[in-house]
């Protein structure tokens, strides 16, 4: 194909090019508009009766409640510690998910299809951790599991940016994701479980603004490894993080 040929949209390669994107464009927009519809019928299934709520304080403001919902968080030790490390793990979080697709086309060489792969795999690992966590909480304790959870991410990390093959970032993502739903499942059961239940709605704000306040620190973060040092590095910077979570668990182990 000549210079001419490659910058006229005419041209056959052109053609089937675009009819590949516009044929997975309408794919997933399907897949979405499905997923739409079905959120209000899956809601309308639904029976339970809404939880009495406490009269709200005279003279309570929305500062103050914020501020009520932080000093809380802040005091319960374990809390304290599950909200430090699921902070650095979305600091992780956000370097790798920003430079993924990089990291598989560019570093891997894996192309489009690999891409896909990896972020199946991911998905794939999501659900059947969702089916494991609570079984696993049972058997270990809920801070032991989000512990090991870490503990795991973190050598899929190490092996994803280390590793320069296609099959070992699908296995490790798939993992990945396993041990993510395992986490996430336990931390907010930890959080209702301890939590107070007229703060509780307090508290769970208040964690998840600290906590996902890291992501695009994370991605700027990212970006900037990956250009100063190469693709596979954002993933490195994700292990040294999901390090720090693991660390900030540690003195909550018994």
Known sequence: MTALEALDVTTPAWRGGFGRLWSAAVVSRFGDALRTAALPLLAASLRAEPPERAHRKKGSTLRREIAEGIRTLWRDRTLRGLCLATTFCNIGMGALIATLVLHVT?????????????????????????????????????????????????????????????????????????????????????????????????????????????????????????????????????????????????????
């Open 106 to 254: 560019g570093w891997l060489g894996a192309g489009n299809g690999g891409y896909a792969l990896t972020l199946t795999a991911y998905g794939v690992g999501s659900v059947v951790g969702g089916l494991l966590a609570k079984r696993l909480a049972e058997r270990m304790g809920r801070i032991r599991a989000v512990f090991l959870a870490g503990a795991v991410q973190t050598g899929c990390l190490v092996a994803l940016g280390t590793v320069r093959e296609t099959w070992a970032a699908i296995v490790c993502l798939g993992v990945f994701g396993v041990m993510g739903m395992v986490w996430n499942v336990s931390q907010a059961t930890l959080l209702q479980q301890r939590g107070p239940t007229e703060m509780l709605g307090r508290i769970s704000a208040a964690f998840r603004t600290l906590a996902l306040a890291g992501a695009p620190l994370g991605a700027l973060l990212g970006g900037a490894a990956a250009v100063g040092w190469g693709l596979n590095t954002p993933a490195l910077l994700a292990a040294g993080l999901f390090v720090l979570a693991a660390a900030s668990l540690g003195p909550l182990i018994n």
